[in-house]
């Protein structure tokens, strides 16, 4: 049985669990080519009550319905974000909206980071591609309440230069006290405009040094990056207890029902999206 067959967190869904709200965007902007950043309020300014980890199903009306992973964190109040990539007709016709359009929510949804856990340890983030949206909600997080955290290690990968997200947001935690932060990126094309680190994220795992009993460390990111960074997380001593990971799966109810994401007996969207390597790393397709 899912272990958490609808949500953990406050948001108060009166109706159904199937019925979306009506949401207005408050702000969309372009984060790169591919992706942009909607910001989003619900009716009467209510919180979405999520925690860093979870995701909402968006709906348009004639496009369908998609899982998308809140990329803000509950501490920012009076709205939350999604960082969408345009990759499908959905995704398309958000790309289209604009501020004052509306869109539909159900949710929060998924089992969240494990913040209890976490709190008084050294946290390790590492992400790619498009990875660093859902956590950037558990970056925020930390930002907001660094008394709750020990050092925080910011780890992230992109293809190129331009598909960099969050640029500015990067450059403040480069510079902040609270954070270590490194990114590299896969290939540099001829003439970009470039200075950082060149190689696979995994390639930033070796020079840290890390004390091991107090860390835990978060993967998100596309599957190819998981077993190589999960690897080095264990080189450097990090058992698979101390090690979570947010997988993607094709979900559609989004509350452990229609089986769309089944993996072996575990639920994608109500046990996952985030789990403990340790409860998944011996059932079969879940890395």
């Given at each position: 049985m899912p272990r958490n067959p609808s949500s953990n967190s406050g948001h108060t869904r009166a109706?159904?669990?199937?019925?979306?709200?009506?949401c207005r965007i408050e702000a969309v902007s372009e984060l790169t080519p591919q992706e942009k950043l909607f910001r989003v309020s619900l009716p009467d300014g209510r919180p979405l009550g999520h925690r860093p980890g979870q995701f909402v199903q968006v709906s348009l009306l004639?496009?369908?319905?998609?899982?998308?992973?809140?990329?803000?964190?509950?501490?920012?109040?009076?709205?939350?974000?999604?960082?969408?990539?345009?990759?499908?007709?959905?995704?398309?016709?958000?790309h289209r909206l604009e501020p004052g359009?509306?869109?539909?929510?159900?949710?929060?949804?998924?089992?969240?980071?494990?913040?209890?856990?976490?709190?008084?340890?050294?946290?390790?983030?590492?992400?790619?591609?498009?990875?660093?949206?859902?956590?950037?909600?558990?970056?925020?997080?930390?930002?907001?309440r660094p008394e709750q955290f020990g050092r925080?290690?910011?780890?992230?990968?992109?293809?190129?230069?331009?598909?960099?997200?969050?640029?500015?947001?990067?450059?403040?935690?480069?510079?902040s006290a609270s954070f270590a932060c490194?990114?590299?990126?896969?290939?540099?094309?001829?003439?970009?405009c470039y200075e950082g680190q060149v190689g696979q994220v995994t390639r930033l795992i070796p020079p840290l040094e890390i004390d091991a009993p107090r860390t835990l460390a978060a993967i998100v990111g596309p599957p190819v990056m998981y077993r190589p960074v999960i690897d080095e997380l264990k080189q450097k001593g990090l058992t698979e207890a101390q090690i979570a990971i947010s997988l993607e799966r094709h979900m559609r109810c989004g509350v452990g029902k229609c089986g769309h994401c089944t993996i072996e007996h575990l639920y994608c969207c109500s046990d996952g999206p985030v789990f403990w390597l340790s409860e998944v790393s011996g059932l079969r397709g879940a890395l």
């Open positions: 109706d159904s669990l199937y019925i979306p709200a009506t004639g496009w369908g319905e998609a899982p998308i992973s809140v990329a803000s964190s509950p501490t920012r109040e009076g709205y939350f974000e999604l960082g969408v990539r345009q990759a499908g007709t959905l995704t398309s016709a958000m359009d509306t869109l539909g929510i159900r949710g929060p949804f998924g089992n969240p980071f494990d913040l209890e856990r976490m709190s008084g340890r050294d946290l390790l983030l590492i992400s790619g591609g498009c990875g660093l949206a859902p956590l950037r909600s558990l970056i925020q997080y930390c930002e907001d925080v290690c910011i780890l992230y990968g992109a293809k190129s230069p331009a598909d960099i997200l969050f640029k500015e947001e990067i450059r403040t935690w480069e510079a490194a990114t590299t990126v896969d290939n540099l094309p001829g003439g970009a």
